[in-house]
C-alpha cells in the first residue's frame, strides 16, 4: 500500500508545520498536483535540472524540497527561459514539487538541530525566537473505569506536556447527571430515565498544533455517545521555536580545530574563517543559509563563534572589531537536510506500514567550486 501525496504532506508537516514560516515565505505545494498515489519521494536542498533528472530515474512522483522553485509572483510561463522549462519537464513527467523553508528551519529535528547534532553541540538554545505555541485546557467527564483509557489516549495524542514534564493532569471525582432522550443509545443506562455516574473530571493542557489530534484520540477512546468536554484558551506561553542554535562543545577547541570539524562534518572542501585560529572557543551559534545578519544576536547570546554562510564582508569586519570569531562553509551546508527529512518520513511510512520510501537527492547543487 502506498501513501496518498496529501497524506505525505501530512507527515511531513508534523516535522515542519507551515505555521512556523516566516512571513511572505514561498512554502508548500509550488508545482503540480498531490492527488495520486506516492511510491516514492525524493528529497533535496534545490530542484535543478539534474534533480529532476534524477527524480525521473528514480520514478519519484514527488520532490520534498529546501529552496523554492518560485519565490515570486510568476507573470508568464515561457518554456524557453530557464525556470520554465525546468516547470515543464516537472510537468511532463508529473512530478510535483513541495518546499519546506524557514519552517523546517524553526522545526525541533530541523535544519539547524541538525547541523548543531553534526558538530555534537550540547544545552542547545535557539538564536532568535520566533514563535511560541499556543496552549488550551482540555477538560473532559469520564467515568471512572474508563478514566485510565481517555488519559493515557489524549497523553498519546500529545496532550500533557509542560516544559519538560509529559503526562501532567488534575482530576476532580464527582458525579455526572444525564437523561437519555428516545432514540438515543447510551453506555450507562436506559433512554427515559436519569441516571446518576460517578465520573471524574480531567484536565490537561493541549497544544493548539496537536489540538485535533487529541480531540480525535479522547474521542475514540471515551465510552459515551455524546462527549461531554471543553476547551478553554490559555494565556500561559507553550514551547518556543526559533532561528538558529547556540549551544556548547563538550570540550574547549581553537577556532581553527573548530574549522576542520565543521569541513568534516558538513562535507565542505573549504570555507571563509574570520578571527585568529589559534584562539580557545566553545560557545558555538550555528545558522543554516545566509546569517551575516544574525551576528548581534550570536553576541548578546554571548557566542564564541557565529557558523553560517553568505557572511558579507563589512558584515565580517563588524564581528571581528566585535570579538566574534566567524566560520563560513557556505549556503550549501543545509543539504544536511536530505538524509534528516528522509530519515524521518521513512520512520513514520514504516509505523503506518506503508510501502512509499524517501531517498535524499545524490545531486550536488553547490554552486561554487573552489580553484
Known sequence: ???????????????????????EDSIGLQLGSLQKEIRKVLVALDVTHEVVDEAIREGAELII???????????????????GSLYAKLIKHDIAVYIAHTNLDVAEGGVNDLLAEAL????????????????KKLVVFVPKDHHGKVQQAVFGAGAGWIGKYSNCSFN????????????????????????????????????????????????????????AYDLYPMDLKGRAFGLGRIGKLPQGSTLGELAERVKQAFGVAALRLVGDPDRQVRKIAVLGGSGGRYIRHALFAGADVLITG??????????????????????????????????FLNRRFQEKKWDTVAVPSSVDTEVFRFV
Open 310 to 343: 553568505d557572511v558579507d564582508y563589512h558584515a565580517a569586519h563588524d564581528a571581528l572589531a566585535a570579538g566574534l570569531a566567524v566560520i563560513d562553509p557556505g549556503h550549501n551546508v543545509e543539504k544536511i537536510m536530505k538524509p534528516g527529512v528522509a530519515d
Open 1 to 23: 500500500m502506498f501513501a496518498k501525496g496529501q497524506t505525505v504532506i501530512q507527515l511531513m508537516e508534523e516535522l515542519a508545520p507551515k505555521h512556523y514560516a516566516q512571513p
Open 65 to 83: 524540497a529546501h529552496h523554492a522553485i518560485m519565490y515570486r509572483p510568476i507573470a508568464h510561463l515561457r518554456t524557453d527561459t530557464p525556470a
Open 172 to 227: 476532580i471525582e464527582g458525579k455526572g447527571t444525564f437523561l437519555p432522550q428516545e432514540g438515543a443509545e447510551p453506555f450507562i443506562g436506559e433512554a427515559g430515565q436519569l441516571e446518576q455516574v460517578e465520573e471524574i473530571r480531567l484536565e490537561t493542557i493541549v497544544p493548539e498544533s496537536v489540538e485535533k489530534r487529541v480531540v480525535t484520540a479522547m474521542l475514540k477512546a471515551h465510552p459515551y455517545e455524546e462527549v
Open 120 to 135: 555534537g553541540l550540547e544545552g542547545l538554545t535557539h538564536l532568535e525566537e520566533v514563535h511560541t505555541e499556543k496552549l
